[in-house]
């Protein structure tokens, strides 16, 4: 068992990777949060524009992008864009990526939430001859976006188990650390394991605020 585990390296690598991957991992992933949220919202706005030209390239877009794979994205935003003068460093590549990406996620989420919203809201809205902007920024998202935070939460979560992608492209998150240090010393127990450790603490975390948020919108609702 000596041989296999080494407590001794783990409490000496537990410091370099969280140190120098969970940052990067936090980067990612909040950042990453908070593209998907308003670009799944303009989503969702857009596919409910009255011009049908819009509403069809809107779900275009959202239905391709939900239909390629992350990774693929990650690769054409990292390799093919810099052959159209688009070029930025991998960790702000990533997060575009993960944003964009969960954002057509998001985009559903907040289209269930809207229409979720009782027909009377907007009756009432009609009948103040509230202008159509003043109506969705007073009347419409205010009930509709605390419905659709659990679920939003969800999917933050499930970015952040996704991150280890952006290594594809030279990230250095914790997967990333955790490899790095295993390769200075040819043991990828200690390293690995620590790695897998990080995120079942973040996400444990994570859930832990989702469930909070689903009683505490179930107790406002």
Do not use: C
Not at 30 to 52: Q, T
Not at 211 to 221: A, D, I, K, N, Y
Request: aromatic letters at 14%.
């Amino acid at each position: 068992m000596n041989d296999v585990w080494q407590w001794d390296y783990f409490w000496d690598v537990l410091p370099e990777v969280a140190g120098n991957g969970l940052l990067v991992t936090l980067q990612a992933t909040v950042y990453g949060s908070v593209i998907a949220y308003v670009l799944g919202l303009v989503f969702a706005l857009l596919r409910r524009s009255p011009f049908r030209v819009v509403r069809g390239v809107t779900w275009a877009v959202v239905e391709f992008i939900r239909s390629t794979p992350l990774l693929v994205q990650i690769f054409f935003l990292f390799f093919v864009f810099p052959d159209f003068g688009i070029k930025f460093d991998p960790l702000t590549t990533g997060v575009i990526a993960l944003g964009l990406h969960y954002a057509t996620y998001a985009a559903e989420v907040y289209r269930a939430g809207i229409e979720a919203v009782p027909p009377g809201q907007w009756e009432a809205a009609t009948a103040l001859s509230l202008p159509k902007a003043r109506t969705w920024r007073a009347v419409i998202l205010p009930q509709a976006i605390p419905r659709v935070l659990p679920a939003l939460g969800n999917y933050t979560i499930s970015m952040l188990k996704e991150t280890p992608l952006l290594l594809a492209i030279g990230v250095l998150d914790i997967v990333g650390a955790a490899r790095e240090e295993g390769s200075e010393t040819y043991r990828f127990v200690e390293p690995i394991t620590t790695a897998g450790l990080l995120f079942l603490v973040l996400s444990y975390s994570a859930s832990l605020l989702v469930r909070w948020l689903e009683r505490r919108v179930g107790t406002v609702h």
